[in-house]
């Protein structure tokens, strides 16, 4: 069987990834999860993995992210 990588999903370890690079934005920018401000940089940060960005330090690039 195929690692979830080959088949585009998001495995473990990237949404531990992917959520530590959100909770420390939103710690940066002094946002809410609730706020819409954290809705769109979740939604990058997700856009961008499916797109094929798997690196911490170039989403971060991307975004502007802190």
């Known amino acids: 069987m195929a690692p979830f990588r080959d088949f585009g999903a998001i495995g473990p370890d990237d949404i531990d990834m992917l959520e530590r690079l959100f909770k420390e934005e939103l710690e940066a920018r002094k946002l809410t999860r609730e706020s819409w401000e954290a809705s769109d940089i979740a939604e990058r940060l997700i856009e961008l993995y499916l797109g094929?960005?798997?690196?911490?330090?170039?989403?971060?690039?991307i975004l502007g992210l802190r």
């Open 52 to 61: 094929g960005i798997r690196d911490a330090a170039a989403l971060r690039a």
